[in-house]
Nanobody, 130 residues
Framework: QVQLVESGGGLVQAGGSLRLSCAAS????????MGWFRQAPGKEREFVAA????????YYVDSVKGRFTISRGNTKNTVFLQMNGLKPEDTAVYYC???????????????????????WGKGTLVTVSS
């Protein structure tokens, strides 16, 4: 069993930055590929970024490439999402997710298969004002 707890959300002006963290319980964190998703009001949940078990491979949705960076610290059981150049359209609840089946070679699976997700966090709200 893995529990995921997100933190770091808040209110920021357009162009600003935030760093989200996702702390995972358990001793098997390094066995999971990790992802960030977001859900804006009235919209479906969408994939944002993913990182492989080792941290050497990452994958992003086109709308955040060059602005967001996903990273992980396996010794601290934490995955991060550094968000720079925030836009009002980035406003959403951001969720952390863990998958034991996704590998470095198929991180793109996060984009279309929520069935590959083993665990979800409860989310942290990011609000970007214009």
């Amino acid at each position: 069993q893995v529990q995921l707890v997100e933190s770091g959300g808040g209110l920021v002006q357009a162009g600003g930055s935030l760093r989200l963290s996702c702390a995972a319980s358990g001793r098997t964190f390094s066995r999971y590929a990790m992802g960030w998703f977001r859900q804006a009001p009235g919209k479906e949940r969408e994939f944002v970024a993913a990182i492989s078990r080792s941290g050497r491979t990452t994958y992003y949705v086109d709308s955040v490439k060059g602005r967001f960076t996903i990273s992980r610290g396996n010794t601290k059981n934490t995955v991060f999402l550094q968000m720079n150049g925030l836009k009002p359209e980035d406003t959403a609840v951001y969720y952390c997710a863990a998958s034991s089946s996704v590998t470095a070679e198929n991180l793109y699976v996060f984009t279309y298969s929520v069935g590959a997700i083993d665990y979800w966090g409860k989310g942290t709200l990011v609000t970007v004002s214009s």
